[in-house]
């Protein structure tokens, strides 16, 4: 029951979660979040990218 529980939550939570906005810091695997364009540039050399 517990673990049902912290699953809801936890998919309820992500599906609220709100785009970056065009400017913010990114990371291509979506860790920091989403780019609301879907487009996060980060050089290979880079530790975060930028949402285009």
Known sequence: M???LL???TLVGA??????PSGAHCKK???MG???SNLCV???NKA???CK
């Not at 599906?15 to 970056?20: D, I, N, P, Q, V």
């Open 7 to 9: 699953t809801v939550i």
């Open 34 to 36: 989403v780019c609301a």
């Open 15 to 20: 599906a609220c979660a709100a785009k970056l």
């Open 29 to 31: 695997d979506g860790s």
């Open 48 to 50: 975060q990218g930028v």
């Open 2 to 4: 517990r673990f049902s």
């Open 42 to 44: 980060q050089s290979p």
